[in-house]
């Protein structure tokens, strides 16, 4: 098939399409509010972001938010930052998380899987029971509006349990999973001052208990506004204490009481990974992220109450606060609390098929390790339940869009996308009614005008571009903690183009609408006036078996050149001789560009990545060029602190 008119990998049928949510919506929306009744999904995105007050009414309307005190209007100020949603309003986030216990009261809204992947159910009643009793214990202990509340717990129901208990009293949640060591919790956790902690004693992992109680010692002894702290004996030892019991905590048989609060007030503090200082605390609104996710959930995912929802995270992720919000489509979700390879590779697969997953949701890395590995997944578990992969982390490979299609099933809609947590949803990936492209996400989202800019601010379509979104999304965050005056979040999007988003990623809007994704723009290789994102590289090299995985840096240099070294982390056994590294060279040539062959390439011990997996190259480009290690990066940041030591050294030896 030709690069200009390519084919698709993947087309929804016609009974598909008609029975998607999005299509439902978008002639509901024509006889309603206007939307165009032809025309399809293209049409309809238009209409959402040229009429973004009249769409987002239609979805409140569509979804049946439910607002206690009515708004005046759906859009007072519309500026970025600073744009004012649904003023007036009040409603609960955790009243809509919890509204199918009415119709469904004894199907499950949770399956909580472990790594023996026995699926465990918590129903409606019993999930909303647990909420009840929490909320009101909260309030017993003082837990007002406004006030924080964290969790230092790995994706439990408890978890579930605790972040909607806090936003039923109006609490403001946040958590760190107990992967995190003292030092990152604490760089997050200080910064907003919680009055509550819930906490688990250990966790299981890769077959191995891991003992926290030291680690939550401390956490105690470094956070002196806590009130009351909650202990979850995962391992089954005593309360330390002074401790709460959960048990205890969880016994009443309460109906919960919502607070209605306004629609911009705090509903969790998300964290940026804070790879090069202290992490940003990033606060988004309860009605932002309602209506925000009943859209991407509900429209996007085409999600409902016969779903099961998987998506492989952590709670130190924004994907697991998105997997929560599944709840507020009625869909069944699926909690997987373990290693993502244990027993063994294909572990995912094995639980998206004992949990009945409709859509599973899983990292670019892990599709790629799989295919690495030789999974099979369609050959050794029953797939049949699953309509939709989705992967996020990293753009997923051409390989990986050919691979899922080949070894999971070919009427698979593949679905890439990407967001950030500074929304906590996508600006573009999953669309049910849209053909899917090999190396591409679908479209835009609604609501959201996406664009790729040019350096000058004007809009460049089948050219690479920054990813800029030209107008507010309920989810935007309504500020970073401690920013009193709004600087730092206005120089971490609005610096570049006044009063646009600019994400940091670079991106092509192709002329069928779809987008490809090159990597982060701060970390851009611009070889001779032509740049690449650093994902372009990662794939093509990463496709030889030898390579595990590879890091690619760009460094301008004091005399004007530029050097731009490849690490290789190397499979087992593989060597970096003049064979290998003859194939990695003409590989980048032939397959991208031959002024992006890298000058040098070094075998590496491994590549340092954050807490939530991501390839940490700003960083290492600092160390590169000199900048000392504590200057260079957060250490509470990064997996494996000790893999930084080797380009610290290197960067010595080449000064």
């Not at 007002?144 to 609490?171: F, M």
């Not at 590995?373 to 996020?392: E, I, K, M, W, Y």
């Not at 040098?600 to 290690?629: D, F, S, W």
Request: with cysteine.
């Amino acid at each position: 098939m030709s690069i200009e008119n390519p084919q698709p990998l993947w087309q929804p049928d016609p009974e598909r399409s008609t029975q998607a949510q999005v299509t439902k919506f978008q002639a509901w929306a024509a006889e309603r509010h206007g939307a165009p009744a032809e025309g399809g999904y293209p049409a309809l995105h238009r209409w959402s972001v040229d009429e973004l007050d009249t769409f987002w009414k239609a979805v409140t309307e569509w979804f049946d938010v439910r607002f206690s005190t009515p708004y005046a209007r759906v859009l007072g100020d519309r500026s970025m930052p600073g744009a004012e949603w649904f003023p007036g309003a009040t409603l609960n986030y955790a009243e809509h998380a919890l509204r199918a216990a009415a119709t469904r009261p004894d199907e499950p809204a949770l399956l909580h899987v472990d790594e023996t992947h026995d699926p465990r159910p918590v129903t409606w009643t019993e999930l909303r029971r647990q909420v009840g009793s929490l909320a009101a214990e909260l309030r017993a202990l003082g837990v007002r509006p406004g006030d924080r509340v964290s969790g230092y717990l790995p994706n439990i129901p408890q978890a579930v349990v605790a972040l909607l208990a806090t936003a039923a009293v109006g609490g403001v949640w946040t958590s760190c999973a107990p992967d995190f060591g003292a030092r990152s919790v604490l760089d997050r956790f200080q910064q907003v001052e919680p009055v509550v902690l819930f906490t688990v004693d250990g966790y299981r992992y890769g077959g191995k208990e891991h003992d926290r109680r030291e680690t939550v010692a401390e956490l105690r002894r470094e956070l002196p506004t806590l009130r009351a702290v909650v202990h979850i004996p995962l391992l089954g030892t005593e309360a330390p204490e002074g401790a709460l019991e959960w048990s205890a905590l969880t016994a009443a048989d309460v109906e919960p009481v919502f607070e209605q609060v306004p629609f911009e007030h705090p509903l969790w503090v998300l964290y940026s990974s804070g790879t090069t200082g202290l992490p940003k605390a990033i606060v988004q609104s309860q009605g932002g992220i309602l209506v925000e996710h009943l859209k991407q959930l509900g429209l996007h995912c085409d999600l409902g109450p016969e779903d099961r929802f998987f998506w492989y995270t952590s709670t130190g992720w924004m994907m697991w606060n998105f997997l929560v919000s599944g709840l507020l489509t009625g869909t069944t979700v699926v909690l997987y609390d373990g290693s993502p390879g244990y027993p063994d590779t294909g572990a995912q697969w094995r639980v998206a098929e004992r949990t009945g997953a409709t859509l599973y949701g899983t990292s670019a890395a892990y599709v790629m390790a799989c295919r690495k590995a030789g999974v099979h997944p369609s050959r050794d578990f029953d797939l049949s339940r699953v309509r939709c992969v989705a992967t996020t982390g990293s753009p997923l490979p051409p390989d990986g869009f050919r691979w899922l299609h080949d070894e999971v099933g070919d009427d698979l809609w593949i679905a890439s996308v990407s967001g950030g947590t500074d929304v906590c949803s996508c600006f573009a990936g999953a669309v049910p009614t849209l053909p899917v492209y090999i190396g591409e996400l679908q479209a835009p989202g609604l609501g959201t005008d996406l664009q790729a800019w040019d350096p000058d601010g004007s809009p460049v379509v089948e050219e690479v571009g920054e990813l800029v979104v030209t107008n507010p999304m309920p989810s935007m965050p309504v500020r970073f903690w401690n920013d009193p005056d709004g600087s730092r979040y206005h120089d971490s999007y609005f610096d570049t183009y006044p009063g646009v988003w600019r994400h940091g990623d670079w991106i092509t809007v192709t002329s069928r609408g779809s987008v490809v994704i090159h990597g982060r723009s701060d970390s851009t290789l611009n070889r001779q006036g032509v740049r690449m994102g650093s994902a372009d590289i990662y794939e093509a090299v990463e496709r030889l078996p030898e390579i595990k995985e590879s890091l690619v840096i760009g460094i301008e240099q004091p005399d004007g050149g530029y050097w731009m070294p490849l690490f290789v982390h190397l499979a087992p056994g593989a060597v970096l001789d003049d064979a290998l590294l003859d194939r990695i060279k003409r590989t980048i040539r032939e397959q991208l560009s031959p002024r992006h062959v890298p000058d040098e390439v070094i075998e590496v011990p491994g590549i340092p990545h954050t807490l939530t997996g991501k390839r940490i190259e700003v960083p290492v480009k600092r160390l590169l060029q000199g900048t000392a290690l504590e200057k260079a990066v957060n250490p509470g940041s990064i997996d494996n602190l000790e893999l930084l030591h080797f380009y610290e050294d290197l960067a010595r030896k080449r000064a």
